[in-house]
């Protein structure tokens, strides 16, 4: 029901992703693709994925922020899952009405993110490009869970994060036996 696709070219070195996916990877429905260790080489099975991505009705983009974007393996992973005819163009509507959650942490700090910080721009400057591509699909584009000054925050700033990725999870997946409960109910 939830696929949560991680892209961190360095699991095992992760601090901030590795906290986060601990904190949600018991959730009941949720499936993990973590692309650098299925795909090390690259070489995605579009078929695959696609079928994930079929079977979901969340879509879970998380990944350390790499120059503004996502990191490498990710963008391959939209060039290649994302194809026309099957997630866009005309009759294609395989993710339409699906839900995206992006997770993302960054190293500057919710200051740097501002006119007058290192990276000269609000963070809302930055989010255009990740969130078109979901609606280009036709996904349903949530509020991003962004994680700021990842290296610098200390244990409990990040655990309580973590906790509360975990509880947007809870409710979206609460919202969701709702809706099923409701559907199954007679008229
Ligand atoms: C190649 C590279 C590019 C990065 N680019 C950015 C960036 O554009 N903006 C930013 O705020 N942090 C940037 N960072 C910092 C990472 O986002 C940060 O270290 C990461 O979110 C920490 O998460 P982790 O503990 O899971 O690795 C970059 C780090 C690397 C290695």
Redesign the pocket.
Known sequence: MIYLVLA?P?PS??????VLLDAVRDLPGLEVCSLYDRYPDFDIDVAAEQAALSRAQLVVWMH??????VPGLLKHWFDQVLSHGWAYGDGAAALHGKDCLWV?????TPQ??SAAGV?QRPFADFVPPIEETALFCGMNWLAPCI??G??EIDEPQLAAHARLLRDRLEQWLALQADAAGKAGQAP
């Open positions: 961190h360095y070195q992760s601090r901030a992703n590795r350390p922020l790499f120059w503004y974007s993302a942490s960054t190293g500057g740097a993110y990276h994680l700021h990842a290296n």
